[in-house]
């Protein structure tokens, strides 16, 4: 399910069903250039990942809309904003939630997340059309999915 | 070819209707009538279109996923959406073209999907089953079978159009 009317509607006649929140953090920056274009294709790759997570499991899986932040090498500040989303999504019957970031600086916090961490590093790619890249994906979602599997 | 004149037209229609923050506004408000009431081209255009996806050959009687893409249009998106479909040949010799999506809440089903079922299609989700016609498995959640999706055959390949829930089969 995704955060758009219509997908609620149907949230609302399930909800039971539906136990599994999937917020993906995207960093932003504006230090320079390069750094700037990396997280940008991070933000879209990362997008791609969580809507064919969703795809996957469309019934199963509420995937909010992104969380952004300022990049930084010190993610506690967020880590407490980010449990009270989670503690205030647990008001709905979630039963797992999962946070899905390239960005490395969340796994020192990993133990403090009321939640699991997906994480995986970014592929760096100029071009998510090509067909490398989407077999390369399409591979690592079902990674990814498999991985879920296994909480529920 | 068709699909091109409306592209056309469509990005014709933003950049009347967006010129200026007023026209910006009034797009917002008028859009809905719009895009039902002017253009029946900036209704999803996908409806209808046949890909061809494989050739019949080399279909078998065991389901085997297929993927293809499709050019999806809305109001206010284009874009490029990958379908899926499980195909194989029945006992007649005829193709049947599955959708992937699961009846119940809609996670994509897979062929033999858990290994103590290796001849039904499996929703990981809610355990969800179907036998290989399609027909959903009683007592698991989705309440009818998969949908089909309409096909022709033209020179030895396999064409794939819109998916139709077995009701109207
Ligand atoms: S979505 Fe397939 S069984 Fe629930």
Not at chain 1, 20 to 37: D, G, S, Y
Not at chain 2, 156 to 169: C, F, I, Q, S
Request: proline share 6%.
């Amino acid at each position: 399910m995704q955060w758009n009317k219509q997908d609620l509607d149907q949230y609302f006649t399930a909800e039971e069903y539906i136990d599994t929140l999937l917020i993906p953090l995207i960093p932003i920056t504006f230090t320079n250039q390069k750094e700037m274009e990396k997280s940008a294709a991070q933000q879209e790759t990362g997008m791609i990942f969580v809507r064919e997570m969703e795809k996957h499991f469309k019934g199963r899986i509420f995937l909010l809309p992104a969380y952004h932040y300022l990049a930084s090498g010190d993610l506690g500040a967020e880590v407490s904003r980010l449990n009270e989303w989670a503690a205030k999504a647990n008001e709905r019957p979630f039963k797992h939630v999962f946070f899905f970031s390239f960005d490395p600086h969340w796994k020192k916090q990993e133990r403090n997340l009321n939640g699991t961490l997906l994480w995986m590093p970014a592929i760096q790619t100029e071009d998510t059309q090509s067909k490398e890249t989407q077999s390369i994906i399409k591979d690592q979602v079902n990674q990814l999915t498999g991985l879920i599997k296994t909480y529920w | 070819m068709s699909e091109k004149r409306q592209q056309v037209s469509r990005r014709q229609f933003l950049n009347y209707t967006l010129t200026g923050v007023g026209g910006f506004m009034a797009a917002g408000m008028l859009a809905p009538m719009v895009r039902f009431a002017i253009d029946p081209a900036l209704q999803a255009s996908s409806k209808g279109d046949f890909k061809a996806v494989e050739d019949v050959e080399n279909i078998t009687e065991e389901p085997t996923r297929i993927d293809w893409e499709i050019d999806q249009v809305d109001a206010w998106y284009e874009s490029t959406v990958t379908k899926t479909a499980w195909v194989y040949k029945d006992e007649n010799g005829d193709i049947v073209a599955l959708s992937p999506i699961c009846k119940h809440l809609g996670c994509m089903v897979t062929w033999a999907g858990n290994d103590d079922y290796p001849d039904q299609f499996y929703c990981p989700c809610h355990d969800g089953r179907y036998y290989k016609s399609g027909e959903n498995v009683p007592n698991t959640p989705p309440p009818e079978g998969l949908d089909f999706y309409e096909y022709k055959i033209e020179d030895g390949t396999l064409l794939l159009g819109p998916t139709k829930p077995r009701g109207e089969a």
